[in-house]
């Protein structure tokens, strides 16, 4: 290592011993890599900032058990979320929302739930509470996010409208996180709640945040937006945050969603992986998978770099083509060639 490569790991690998697939470059809040040593010891090694990143930017993940460090970007985008609610005039007549947007794999879901988890245990919102459209991705969504959590009953679902009602009229902390659909939040008032409910929930600071709202149709956008309006009047004591894909960047540029994009304060990309980065991502994934060696030589992970522009979903599709194909033709080692012919073969 020399002072202008300067990288950390946020694991060490078994029996202490140094694993490269856990080394990572940390980058600014523009995602520029910083990798002067003095840099990095004036950002990610200063104090607070180190402490804040190991109290405050680290998740249990139940999934696998490992404790995961949030990457850097990751880590802007929560503190800037988390930033702007504590900034928020909650009793002001315009409230706004935000956006967190990047495909899949990116860490979307991780960053939307730690922004969350902040807000909570900050008390700079009474709820946050995650919106989902459908049932399957509501179920699906509250296990990832029980498995973020330091306790499942951290995080609470609703089985009906009338648990969500009394869920979000409750003052107990283990309520303050909740997970449930669109549709349940939109009959409230259908389902017949007394407006003594409603008085009790409109009185609270509320957080939505829609996770997959990238799958959300216009009709549905707008219902979400209509949840701003909740009150019914000029005031709002809720703001709303929407976590999508790349397509819900491109879709709220549109003059049908103009509405709903007057109402955005705030925008975080979680950006595209690098070159180094890819390789890094390649590598993490094999040695998860149990691999002993290298399987991609560096022409290999060049040729993925340019088909998939650093998008985590085709980093994966293209190295799953080529996995395979180079398990049915008895290969150990995948390179540049086996790659272009996957690639033009089938994936093009």
């Not at 245990?121 to 509501?138: C, H, N, P, T, Y």
Request: with cysteine; proline share 2%.
């Amino acid at each position: 290592m020399n002072p202008d490569e300067t990288l950390y790991f946020a694991n060490p690998g078994e029996e202490g011993k140094f694993n490269p697939d856990y080394y990572f470059h940390w980058a600014d809040f523009d995602n520029e890599p910083i990798k002067n040593w003095k840099d990095i010891s004036d950002t990610l090694l200063s104090i607070p900032m180190a402490h804040q990143l190991i109290g405050y930017y680290t998740i249990p993940d139940s999934t696998d058990n490992v404790l995961k460090v949030m990457r850097s970007y990751q880590y802007f985008a929560a503190n800037e979320i988390s930033d702007r609610v504590a900034q928020m005039n909650w009793q002001g007549k315009d409230a706004r929302g935000g956006y967190v947007w990047h495909t899949t794999g990116s860490g979307k879901t991780m960053t939307s739930f730690k922004s969350a988890q902040l807000i909570a245990s900050s008390g700079d919102a009474d709820k946050v509470v995650f919106l989902i459209d459908r049932i399957e991705l509501g179920t699906q969504s509250l296990g990832e996010f029980k498995g973020f959590a330091d306790n499942e009953d951290d995080v609470q679902g609703t089985e009906s409208t009338r648990v969500l009602i009394t869920k979000l009229k409750s003052d107990l902390s283990s309520d303050t996180l909740i997970v449930t659909s669109i549709q349940k939040m939109s009959n409230i008032k259908e389902d017949g709640a007394k407006q003594s409910d409603i008085d009790t929930i409109q009185s609270k600071r509320i957080v939505f945040i829609v996770d997959e709202a990238h799958l959300l149709d216009k009709e549905m956008l707008e219902e979400v937006r209509f949840l701003l309006n909740f009150k019914m009047d000029a005031e709002s004591p809720m703001t709303l945050i929407l976590v999508g894909q790349s397509e819900l960047w491109d879709k709220l540029q549109l003059q049908a969603y103009a509405a709903i994009r007057q109402r955005i304060d705030l925008q975080c990309k979680l950006p595209h992986l690098d070159r180094s980065q890819v390789g890094e991502y390649i590598q993490r994934h094999l040695a998860y998978a149990g691999a002993d060696h290298d399987i991609f030589t560096d022409s290999a992970v060049d040729e993925i770099f340019k088909f998939s522009s650093g998008t985590a979903r085709l980093i994966n599709k293209v190295c799953t083509h080529c996995l395979l194909y180079g398990a049915q033709n008895g290969k150990r080692i995948i390179d540049d060639h086996m790659v272009k012919l996957v690639i033009q073969g089938e994936l093009t």
